[in-house]
């Protein structure tokens, strides 16, 4: 049994079986398994998973008050949480950069980069080429291989002891799970696929906008009462900045050597998955295709161009829905945000979860012969015309344009 009585949450061990399903269940590794469960009161969040969890009703749990205000804790820094690929740094960290110093001008606060891996301490000044006035470097053998659970837990540990104020992420496919699993370590709330990040310059709240309800509102969200401010941010929204690498900052490390990593998961292997299809991320030009273009001889012809022109090939939701491309390279809000120098729309309508996730492409050209369509309207050159037409007066003005 816990020895702290006073906890909320204790074992009856008269009905416990030992089973440790409870253990399995905390998110939080707060219970640690002997004869009995053994409850950490320190890391134990009283989210009543275990209670749930157990088969014999053997867990316990005193109803707790909700807190009526999280206790002020001085918090400073806009952090944010460098992602390492293949050795490098991945774009994400540096647009999530240049939206952090547009931040900081604001709110008058540092802006610190992360840094967690095995030997990547020689990035650090990359960061701050990039805008970074701090780095924080944890660097440690156990975290050589990403395993979201150490990772977590040794930003959880670091963010505890250092109050940043916000902490933004990049939504990738790593970001995301280990986004999610810090603000449950923290405590606190996260706004995912954040569109836009500004202050508040009366309360210097961080607001986190994103489009909600299917798209059809761009929704603000703040967190007054707890900290970090937690957002995630897809690849290719935010602009980096130029990098400078004159600029000067500080470089802090911290030992994490001795940190007890999570003994649950370890990485037997990594296989790299073949490569193949359209890599948007990296595009200077894509061809989104949409419902309108009916059939595969029709998008054979639009690869031909593509291939012609060095574009990559993407596409809407109802595009992948017709089964004209894979669903790998769907554009939009629940595909790739994409930010190429000219993106072209053939048979696309234009909904707000299509086009929100390519407003930041430098040059828009729409084909439709629907003049009233909304793609129309986010546009830069419009050909009111069926694909068909359209594809040989593409090939024109796409030089003019690029
Ligand atoms: C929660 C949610 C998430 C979503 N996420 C995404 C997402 O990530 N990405 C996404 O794309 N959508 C997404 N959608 C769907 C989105 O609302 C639209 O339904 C979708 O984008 C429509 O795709 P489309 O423009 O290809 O098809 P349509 O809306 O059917 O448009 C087809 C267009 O083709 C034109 N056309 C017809 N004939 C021709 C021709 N011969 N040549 C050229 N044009 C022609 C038509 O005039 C029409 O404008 C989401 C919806 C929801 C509710
Ligand atoms: S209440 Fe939640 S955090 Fe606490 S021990 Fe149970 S599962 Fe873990
Ligand atoms: S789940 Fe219940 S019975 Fe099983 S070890 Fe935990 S408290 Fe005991």
Request: aromatic share 2%; net charge negative.
């Amino acid at each position: 049994m816990s020895k702290n009585r006073a906890f909320p949450l204790r074992v009856q061990e008269e009905l416990c079986v030992g089973c440790g399903l409870c253990a399995s269940s905390c998110a939080y590794q707060a219970i640690e398994m002997g004869d009995f469960p053994k409850i950490d009161a320190d890391r134990c969040r009283l989210c009543g998973s275990c209670v749930q969890s157990c088969p014999v009703g053997a867990l316990e749990m005193d109803e707790v008050a909700p807190a009526a205000e999280a206790p002020k804790q001085e918090t400073s820094g806009i952090w944010v949480l460098a992602e390492v690929e293949d050795g490098a740094l991945a774009p994400v960290s540096r647009e999530l950069l240049g939206k952090a110093v547009a931040l900081s001008a604001k709110l008058r606060q540092p802006v610190e980069a992360v840094l967690v891996g095995g030997r990547i301490a020689a990035l650090a000044q990359e960061l701050i080429a990039c805008g970074a006035d701090r780095v924080h470097v944890v660097e440690a053998p156990a975290l050589g291989q990403f395993v979201e659970e150490n990772y977590s837990r040794v930003l959880a540990d670091l963010a505890g002891r250092l109050h940043p104020d916000i902490l933004l992420v990049g939504a990738t496919q790593r970001g995301r799970g280990l986004s999610a699993r810090l603000a449950a370590l923290l405590h606190t709330g996260l706004t995912a696929d954040c569109t836009e990040l500004d202050i508040d310059t009366e309360s210097g709240l961080l607001h986190q906008i994103r489009p909600a309800f299917g798209g059809n509102l761009m929704a603000t969200i703040v967190n007054p009462t707890h900290r970090p401010q937690m957002a995630s941010v897809r690849p290719g929204v935010m602009k980096a900045l130029e990098a400078d690498t004159a600029r000067k900052g500080e470089v802090v490390r911290h030992d994490y050597s001795a940190f007890a990593m999570d003994s649950r998961v370890s990485v037997l292997n990594e296989t790299a998955e073949a490569a193949g299809g359209d890599s948007l991320e990296g595009s200077h030009i894509i061809i989104g295709i949409g419902r309108g273009v009916k059939d595969k001889a029709c998008v054979a012809e639009i690869r031909r161009l593509a291939d012609r022109i060095g574009a990559a090939v993407a596409g809407s939701r109802a595009a992948v829905e017709a089964g004209l491309v894979d669903a790998s390279v769907q554009v939009g809000q629940t595909g790739h945000t994409v930010a190429p120098d000219l993106y072209i729309a053939i048979g696309i309508s234009g909904q707000i979860q299509h086009t929100a996730a390519i407003t930041g492409a430098r040059t828009i050209i729409a084909v439709n012969p629907d003049r009233t369509a909304p793609i129309f309207s986010v546009a830069d050159y419009g050909l009111a015309l069926p694909v068909e037409e359209a594809l040989p007066q593409l090939m024109n003005l796409i030089p003019a344009v690029v």
